[in-house]
Nanobody, 125 residues
């Protein structure tokens, strides 16, 4: 079992930055963690992900160069630093985890077993 709690959302102007944090408890070895987002009326989409043990990272094309995912092993946290934010980044952001997994990095929401409650990010133009 893995429990996830997100924090750090809010309202920011276009071009600004926010840092989201995902606090994880439970088993993290061989776990992958993904950040997803869901705008009103749209599907939940992959944004960025990281393999907990080795630290390799993965990004949605539209956020490459703007978003950075990282993990803190000592604190059991995964952060998403979001820079140069755009209005189209507005969504509820979710942290998700899949344990005991070493295959191709999962980028579909249904592939994940555990989810946080979500945090709202609003970017004004």
């Amino acid at each position: 079992q893995v429990q996830l709690v997100e924090s750090g959302g809010g309202l920011v102007q276009a071009g600004g930055s926010l840092r989201l944090s995902c606090a994880a408890s439970g088993r993290t070895f061989s776990t992958v963690v993904g950040w997803f987002r869901q705008a009103p009326g749209k599907e939940r989409d992959f944004v960025a992900g990281i393999r907990w043990h080795e630290g390799s990272t993965y990004y949605k094309d539209s956020v490459k160069g703007r978003f950075t995912i990282s993990r803190d092993n000592a604190m059991n946290m995964v952060d998403l630093q979001m820079n140069s934010l755009k209005p189209e980044d507005t969504a509820v952001y979710y942290c998700a985890a899949k344990t005991n997994y070493v295959g191709v990095f999962p980028t579909i929401a249904s592939q994940y077993d555990f989810w946080g409650q979500g945090t709202q990010v609003t970017v004004s133009s």
